[in-house]
């Protein structure tokens, strides 16, 4: 494999750290070329020193003169505000970008790694769920590949490698989280600290809270659908506690094929930045004589409505999934500032997809003025 340099977009986040965590075990084979982070300037500085990338990238501008202070001394060029991360990416010097910022607010950089033919790491499973048509569309366009990151996209793209067997289903894994066995009454009241507590995986606060109540398994159903091409009713959500069956792909011939593994996002984040390459690393390797049994059972569709709500969205099309996401977005953050209960998150999602107003096929413009209308209609809900 020749050296590979990489752009990651949200350095500081979890994973980002988790794959700066994988490039060091590589030296060698990766070279780090852009750094960028929202608010975490300390980190941002910690790891710009370690890493010795090209450019680095602080969003917010108030912390800009104590970045460039901290990295006088260094080699290594520092911008401020989005806009600059969103430029930086197209650089000559990038060979894949890994885009693992949070939220809608990874479209716009996504958007620029495609259209400069970069290949895309993609964590930011928004992106694909608010854009996914104008996505899929951008990188067949400008040839720029998505490798997907997220685990269960990664288990599926790992099957697919080497078939050209049709695939009659996708088999979607979920732990179910930290309420697989709560009573629905519980549920309703439960607090911020009650969703943050995740059986299984180690993951940002967003993806933790969407884990709590499966929508994260609804925006993953979705992104499944755009990335592999496969209508929304060929999708199956199967709850699996343990978390080793990380997705599995049906053929048309029956058979099954699925990833196994350890819960340990550095596993796809590594394949994604040496596909097609597998690469040593240092993690933990499962005993399936200790595991004993894997088990999988239908999730409980009327406790966590999530689902239905995501499936609902995705089969409407047009911006409606990307109501859902802006909605959705707006709830979570609600929660982490206790100023919702949990039980109240799938409601505010349900009344703002059924009040802001539905565009069939949105251009690019309008999936961002429709993220802001759901945002705005969501916020009065709360
Ligand atoms: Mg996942």
Redesign the pocket.
């Given at each position: 494999m020749d050296k590979r340099h990489i752009a990651i977009l949200g350095s500081t986040g979890s994973i980002g750290r988790q794959a700066l965590d994988v490039i060091s075990q590589h030296p060698d084979l990766f070279e780090v070329e852009l750094l960028t982070a929202n608010n975490n300037s300390g980190l941002l500085i910690e790891q710009a020193r370690r890493f010795k990338p090209n450019s680095v990238v602080i969003c917010n501008k108030e912390l800009y003169n104590e970045v460039f202070e901290a990295l006088d001394k260094e080699e290594i060029k520092v911008f401020a505000g989005i806009e600059s991360a969103n430029e930086l990416v197209k650089g000559d010097n990038i060979d894949i970008v890994l885009a693992a910022l949070v939220g809608f607010s990874g479209v716009d950089s996504t958007i620029n790694a495609i259209k400069s033919g970069k290949v895309i790491a993609l964590a930011n499973k928004e992106t694909l769920v608010a854009a996914g048509s104008i996505i899929t569309a951008l990188s067949r366009e400008y040839g720029a590949p998505i490798i997907p990151v997220?685990?269960?996209?990664s288990a599926i793209f790992q099957s697919l490698q080497g078939e050209r067997c049709r695939i009659e289903k996708l088999l979607l894994t979920a732990s179910g989280g930290p309420f697989l066995d709560t009573p629905h009454e519980e549920i309703m009241k439960a607090t911020r600290h009650q969703a943050l507590k995740h059986p299984n995986w180690s993951m940002g606060a967003k993806?933790t809270i969407d884990s709590a109540s499966m929508m994260?398994k609804g925006l993953?159903m979705i992104e499944a659908s755009w990335l592999f091409n496969i209508p929304a009713d060929q999708i199956e959500i199967v709850v699996h506690p343990q978390s080793i069956v990380h997705s599995l792909v049906q053929f048309t011939d029956g058979c099954l094929k699925a990833q196994l593994g350890a819960p340990d996002m550095r596993v796809p984040i590594q394949y994604a930045l040496s596909y097609p390459s597998r690469l040593d690393l240092n993690t933990q390797r499962i005993s399936l004589p200790e595991l004993g049994q894997l088990t999988f059972r239908a999730p409980d569709r009327e406790k966590f409505p999530a689902i239905d709500l995501a499936y609902s969205a995705h089969k409407q099309g047009g911006n409606m999934a990307c109501i859902m996401n802006g909605a959705n977005e707006v709830a979570v953050a609600a929660l982490l500032e206790e100023k919702i209960l949990f039980g109240k998150i799938p409601s505010i999602i349900e009344q703002t997809m059924a009040r802001c107003s539905f565009i069939a096929s949105p251009s690019i413009e309008e999936i961002y003025a429709t993220h802001k209308e759901a945002m705005a209609i969501a916020s009065t809900l709360v």
């Amino acid at each position: 494999m020749d050296k590979r340099h990489i752009a990651i977009l949200g350095s500081t986040g979890s994973i980002g750290r988790q794959a700066l965590d994988v490039i060091s075990q590589h030296p060698d084979l990766f070279e780090v070329e852009l750094l960028t982070a929202n608010n975490n300037s300390g980190l941002l500085i910690e790891q710009a020193r370690r890493f010795k990338p090209n450019s680095v990238v602080i969003c917010n501008k108030e912390l800009y003169n104590e970045v460039f202070e901290a990295l006088d001394k260094e080699e290594i060029k520092v911008f401020a505000g989005i806009e600059s991360a969103n430029e930086l990416v197209k650089g000559d010097n990038i060979d894949i970008v890994l885009a693992a910022l949070v939220g809608f607010s990874g479209v716009d950089s996504t958007i620029n790694a495609i259209k400069s033919g970069k290949v895309i790491a993609l964590a930011n499973k928004e992106t694909l769920v608010a854009a996914g048509s104008i996505i899929t569309a951008l990188s067949r366009e400008y040839g720029a590949p998505i490798i997907p990151v997220d685990s269960e996209h990664s288990a599926i793209f790992q099957s697919l490698q080497g078939e050209r067997c049709r695939i009659e289903k996708l088999l979607l894994t979920a732990s179910g989280g930290p309420f697989l066995d709560t009573p629905h009454e519980e549920i309703m009241k439960a607090t911020r600290h009650q969703a943050l507590k995740h059986p299984n995986w180690s993951m940002g606060a967003k993806v933790t809270i969407d884990s709590a109540s499966m929508m994260n398994k609804g925006l993953e159903m979705i992104e499944a659908s755009w990335l592999f091409n496969i209508p929304a009713d060929q999708i199956e959500i199967v709850v699996h506690p343990q978390s080793i069956v990380h997705s599995l792909v049906q053929f048309t011939d029956g058979c099954l094929k699925a990833q196994l593994g350890a819960p340990d996002m550095r596993v796809p984040i590594q394949y994604a930045l040496s596909y097609p390459s597998r690469l040593d690393l240092n993690t933990q390797r499962i005993s399936l004589p200790e595991l004993g049994q894997l088990t999988f059972r239908a999730p409980d569709r009327e406790k966590f409505p999530a689902i239905d709500l995501a499936y609902s969205a995705h089969k409407q099309g047009g911006n409606m999934a990307c109501i859902m996401n802006g909605a959705n977005e707006v709830a979570v953050a609600a929660l982490l500032e206790e100023k919702i209960l949990f039980g109240k998150i799938p409601s505010i999602i349900e009344q703002t997809m059924a009040r802001c107003s539905f565009i069939a096929s949105p251009s690019i413009e309008e999936i961002y003025a429709t993220h802001k209308e759901a945002m705005a209609i969501a916020s009065t809900l709360v």
